[in-house]
């Protein structure tokens, strides 16, 4: 079953580094979005990105964030300048047409020192 | 106040139980997923419902769109159930808010 793969599976990075997480969605997947999930908390809604443009964010996806589709395969978050409150569970899911379910990668685990 | 809440947060219960696990929320919705996460961190989609019931081996979700609830059960409970399950409802087209989660486990 083709499946939603990210990289690196954990990121150790120092605060104001710049970050950039990776994530391939299943390939015929029109949807993508990204989430984030801080230890022992629920996850969050950060970002929707269609037809290669965001087309949600949430209040907590600020200047700090951005995505691209850089070569129609990859879907990247950035991070710019790394504070210690995003060290977090970065997934990336994407969904196909006709509300099909989501699939969600494996997640990111970024920590930031 | 959250958006969703998921009842209870812990769920403990012996293997062959019929397992409940609630969800509420307050918000328009256009959709409601059930998401299973496992102790490595793995988020899995379990079943999106807009009505109804939908049925999936042992798993069952419904959803009563006028009261804003949801369920998800379990029957014939295994040890293999043991995760944590996620309730989360997609408002408008593409923003997921998600609940707490509920943590199940199922002792043999």
């Known amino acids: 079953e083709p499946e939603v793969t990210q990289t690196p599976s954990h990121q150790v990075t120092q605060m104001g580094q710049e970050v950039i997480l990776r994530c391939v969605p299943i390939s015929n997947h029109l949807y993508f979005y990204w989430y984030r999930q801080i230890l022992g908390q629920k996850v969050e809604f950060l970002v929707s990105f269609y037809n290669n443009e965001i087309s949600e964010k949430s209040e907590i996806f600020d200047d700090q964030f951005s995505v691209e589709r850089p070569d129609g395969s990859n879907f990247t978050l950035k991070i710019r300048s790394t504070k210690l409150e995003d060290s977090a569970m970065y997934f990336c899911a994407s969904i196909g047409p006709y509300n099909s379910p989501l699939h969600f990668g494996n997640g990111t685990r970024l920590t930031v020192t | 106040k959250n958006e969703v809440e998921q009842s209870p947060q812990n769920l403990t219960a012996q293997e062959g139980e019929f397992i409940t696990i609630n969800c509420s929320y307050s918000?328009?919705?256009?959709?409601l997923h059930w998401l299973q996460q496992h102790p490595g961190g793995g988020i899995v989609s379990l079943f999106m419902l807009s009505s109804g019931k939908k049925k999936h081996g042992r798993l069952i979700a419904t959803i009563n769109i006028q009261e804003k609830h949801s369920s998800l059960h379990i029957t014939a409970s295994h040890p293999r159930d043991s995760a944590v399950y996620i309730c989360?409802?997609?408002?408008?087209?593409?923003?997921?808010?998600f609940g707490q989660g509920t943590r199940l486990t199922i002792n043999p």
């Open positions: 918000v328009g919705i256009s959709a």
């Open positions: 989360a409802v997609l408002r408008g087209a593409q923003k997921l808010v």
